[in-house]
């Protein structure tokens, strides 16, 4: 059984930094996708970093790219995302998700991941 365990979230003010975890376990796959996806109240939750275990090639959604850095350990199954110079805009629950089937389309809306965490808040406060 599949399982994505995030921790790291907390209440930063602007500009400061964060750094989420997602710990995975009983995944057999070798090649797949890994994404962390937001959502912030009354808003649809959207993809804002991914990353192929195949290569390594990353997706980031225009609102975080420059601030935001996905990567993973791989000897210790862990998909981090590095979160510099927040915004109060970046508020949101963050979840960590994975998709065995999207065979490198790791770009892919909400719909198409099928394990996901249970999400870690982050607050940014103006």
């Known amino acids: 059984q599949v399982q994505l365990v995030e921790s790291g979230g907390g209440s930063v003010q602007a500009g400061g930094s964060l750094r989420l975890s997602c710990a995975s376990s009983g995944i057999s796959n070798s090649r797949y996708c890994m994404a962390w996806f937001r959502q912030a109240p009354g808003k649809e939750r959207e993809n804002v970093a991914a990353?192929?275990?195949?290569?390594?090639?990353?997706y980031y959604a225009a609102a975080v790219k420059g601030r935001l850095t996905i990567s993973r350990d791989n000897d210790k199954n862990i998909l981090y995302l590095q979160m510099n110079n927040l915004k109060p805009e970046d508020t949101a629950m963050y979840y960590c998700a994975a998709d065995f089937y999207l065979g490198g389309r790791c770009s892919a809306p909400y719909g198409d991941y099928v394990v996901w965490g249970q999400g870690t808040q982050v607050t940014v406060s103006s």
């Open positions: 990353l192929y275990t195949h290569g390594g090639s990353t």
